[in-house]
């Protein structure tokens, strides 16, 4: 019996947390080409979030850069809301370690306002989205809106229980 994606993902994964990277590259890549071939458009979306994951934890930013914000595509299409503000999250991440906060400011502001309508179950991911947020206007010279978004990561992380995220708003806030 072949193996479903949710296998596939489940593998890639593990591979990733085994730091096994090589092997969660070629996990999902497999499964990019799977799901395209069946046109699977929801496990397509998915598997490119995961190939991304994978294209940036050996380095490779702007391949990964590149398939976020094709996953991005579908999931403007099919949804859900939360799986797009993920996508836009992580490449507004890349495009920030690429040194282009400019460009990463409005994903990060469209994720922002997509996990604020989902309520108290998206906290962490606001958190993580307030704080690159965060770093971008303080690259940008925005100071008053760097603070305010420190503030409100730190707040949060606070909420959910994260230390270091707090710990790391904290001292921003303290500089």
Same mark, same amino acid.
């Given at each position: 019996?072949? *193996?479903t994606f949710k296998e596939q993902f489940a593998r890639g994964y593990q591979a990733r947390r085994e730091n096994r990277l090589a092997d969660s590259r070629?996990?999902?890549l497999k499964a990019v080409r799977s799901a395209s071939e069946e046109a699977d458009r929801p496990a397509l979306a998915e598997a490119l979030c995961?190939?991304?994951? +994978? *294209?940036? &934890?050996?380095?490779s930013l702007e391949p990964a850069r590149h398939?976020? @914000?094709? +996953? @991005?595509?579908?999931y403007r299409q099919i949804g859900p809301p939360a799986r797009l +503000?993920? @996508?836009l999250r992580h490449e507004a991440d890349i495009l920030r370690d690429l040194g282009l906060p400019a460009e990463a400011e409005p994903l990060y502001l469209e994720a922002e306002q997509i996990y604020r309508q989902q309520g108290e179950d998206a906290d #962490? &991911? #606001?958190?993580n989205t307030l704080r690159g947020l965060a770093l971008v206007n *303080? +690259?940008?010279g925005k100071t008053a809106d760097s603070r305010s978004h420190f503030e409100q990561a730190r707040d949060l992380y606070t909420k959910c229980n994260v230390e270091a995220g707090a710990a *790391?708003?904290?001292r921003k806030l303290s500089q």
């Open positions: 019996m072949p *193996e070629a996990i999902f995961g190939l991304g994951q +994978a *294209e940036r &934890d050996i380095g398939l976020y @914000a094709n +996953a @991005a595509v579908l +503000a993920y @996508a #962490l &991911d #606001l958190a *303080e +690259a940008m *790391e708003c904290s």
